[in-house]
T-cell receptor, first 113, second 114 residues
Framework: AQSVTQLDSHVSVSEGTPVLLRCNYSSSYSPSLFWYVQHPNKGLQLLLKYTSAATLVKGINGFEAEFKKSETSFHLTKPSAHMSDAAEYFCVVSDQGYQKVTFGIGTKLQVIP | KAGVTQTPRYLIKTRGQQVTLSCSPISGHRSVSWYQQTPGQGLQFLFEYFSETQRNKGNFPGRFSGRQFSNSRSEMNVSTLELGDSALYLC?????????????FGPGTRLLVL
């Protein structure tokens, strides 16, 4: 069985300050982990993915995430928030099976000017 | 390369009716997955098709069904609509033959059931 927990439903940061969105996962097998972003009234866009290569994964728009097996975490970070980062972010876990995926409940990021 | 397209983008139906949603995957992608997104339940996996076969299914009642055609286009059908079926329905395509490959999402179809 697999599960994913996004620890914050809402995060608010000031423009130019760091962003941290937290995600913990549970998986019986070596997981693949993803972060997706959804802007209002849009579909989901892939930010980055971890698939058992480097533990520090760099994504688009300056985001990165670090896979920590000992902590079962895959937190998303960005050094400096931009207004355009305001959106909802989803952490996703999948074991190595056939397209069996579990989405987190989402974290809404608010960026204050 | 064109992205995932979904039609229609918006739908209004009444309880008891049925609805069919369509998804055209990225060219060359043979896997299509469907998700339901609601404010209360978040994103929930409905089912996934690969090469015209349903390969995975989520925990939804039998009123929700789907199919995939030989050109990889997929349709999702919901019969006997209920108010709780109001949601954004997202389709995603990927190359995956085995394991999990990156999914590319369409813009969704927003269904409102009155």
């Amino acid at each position: 069985a697999q599960s994913v927990t996004q620890l914050d439903s809402h995060v608010s940061v000031s423009e130019g300050t760091p962003v941290l969105l937290r995600c913990n996962y549970s998986s019986s097998y070596s997981p693949s982990l993803f972060w997706y972003v959804q802007h209002p009234n849009k579909g989901l866009q892939l930010l980055l993915k971890y698939t058992s290569a480097a533990t520090l994964v760099k994504g688009i728009n300056g985001f990165e995430a670090e896979f920590k097996k000992s902590e079962t975490s895959f937190h998303l970070t960005k050094p400096s928030a931009h207004m355009s980062d305001a959106a909802e972010y989803f952490c996703v876990v999948s074991d190595q099976g056939y397209q069996k995926v579990t989405f987190g409940i989402g974290t809404k990021l608010q960026v204050i000017p | 390369k064109a992205g995932v397209t979904q039609t229609p983008r918006y739908l209004i139906k009444t309880r008891g009716q049925q609805v069919t949603l369509s998804c055209s995957p990225i060219s060359g992608h043979r896997s299509v997955s469907w998700y339901q997104q609601t404010p209360g339940q978040g994103l929930q996996f409905l089912f996934e098709y690969f090469s015209e076969t349903q390969r995975n299914k989520g925990n939804f009642p039998g009123r929700f069904s789907g199919r995939q055609f030989s050109n990889s286009r997929s349709e999702m059908n919901v019969s006997t609509l209920e108010l709780g079926d109001s949601a954004l329905y997202l389709c995603a395509s990927s190359l995956a033959q085995r394991g999990f490959a990156t999914q590319y999402f369409g813009p969704g179809t927003r269904l409102l059931v009155l």
